[in-house]
């Protein structure tokens, strides 16, 4: 009887712990062909990222949550898993939640999500490494109501695949969410990184962000303006990027996508990295979890008479 109760209770609890839980799991594949190179076209087969978590509610108010990010790492081998988020939430009360930990950063997660096919191709603020996805640190979210909401957070400033650096300086932004209605919402952002060091050419670099996202009957578009001024703490060196994106709604499933980012740097001391990206393509939900995406992709650089890198992508995401 006893050994009964004991397998009774065990079977209990762990029924109770799943119901709590949740794994999630998230997986970026595709085939790429380059059309630029004439002589040796490139062409691959790659997985390019694997989420892979586990949350578990502690209780009404705390939440826990692990995940790892499965990926390329140029000073390791080419699948590294990195801590991405160890995070834990805690519902102050109906307005105000607070994360602690390794937790997702603000910067371009409005973004990321009007953009809606990250598997496809990174934000803006993330392609070009203005702003970390996820870092160390503490991010308050505030809602005052249905249409208006504020976040902040303080950031060790180094991503989640590096330690804080032994200056101990950290990196600090705002945010504001305005639904104007059902189908738009804009958003402001301003980031901030501390100077290293005192000097005629050092100074504090700032990032502001101005987004909006509008919703219709069966498309969605997007624009984003970011501007960063003293760029890498450097005095007077600023750049912007601009993000135009949209997509349409067919039948069974189909959607057709489309964007155009525009980077440039002032007096071009950026030069190198500046450019024109486009991409237009068409995706499939398979089913629920499995969405398939061909497009095509182009990049030219902004120095004179520079052609443009052309490929052609065959996309997966598949997540439970």
Do not use: C
């Amino acid at each position: 009887m006893k050994k009964i109760l004991n397998t009774l209770t065990l079977l209990f609890f762990g029924t109770w712990a799943m119901a709590q839980s949740q794994p999630h799991a998230k997986i970026f594949s595709n085939f790429n062909y380059n059309l630029s190179q004439e002589d040796n076209n490139f062409k691959a087969f790659e997985v390019n990222r694997a989420y892979l978590g586990y949350s578990h509610s502690l209780s009404d108010d705390f939440k826990a949550k692990v995940t790892f990010d499965v990926g390329n790492n140029s000073s390791g081998s080419t699948y590294t898993a990195f801590l991405k988020i160890a995070s834990l939430s805690w519902k102050a009360n109906d307005n105000m939640n607070v994360n602690f930990g390794m937790i997702g950063a603000k910067n371009f997660k409005f973004m990321e999500k009007a953009w809606g096919h990250r598997y496809i191709y990174k934000s803006l603020q993330d392609k070009h490494k203005w702003a970390n996805s996820a870092d160390v640190g503490v991010s308050l979210d505030y809602v005052f109501n249905s249409k208006l909401s504020l976040d902040a957070q303080v950031l060790n400033g180094e991503g989640y695949k590096k330690e804080q650096e032994s200056n101990g300086l950290f990196r600090g932004s705002a945010g504001m969410t305005y639904k104007a209605s059902d189908n738009l919402a804009v958003r402001v952002h301003y980031d901030i990184v501390p100077r290293e060091t005192y000097g005629e050419n050092v100074a504090h670099q700032n990032t502001t962000s101005a987004a909006m996202a509008y919703s219709g009957d069966g498309y969605k578009v997007g624009l984003e303006y970011n501007i960063q001024e003293n760029a890498q703490n450097v005095t007077d060196r600023e750049r912007t990027g601009i993000s135009a994106y949209g997509s349409y709604d067919m039948s069974n499933g189909m959607s057709l996508f489309g964007r155009y980012d525009e980077l440039a740097s002032d007096e071009e001391w950026n030069i190198s990295r500046d450019g024109s990206f486009m991409i237009v393509g068409v995706e499939k939900e398979m089913v629920k979890g499995v969405k398939v995406a061909l497009n095509y992709q182009s990049w030219t650089n902004a120095a004179e008479n520079a052609e443009a890198e052309e490929s052609v992508f065959l996309n997966f995401e598949y997540k439970f």
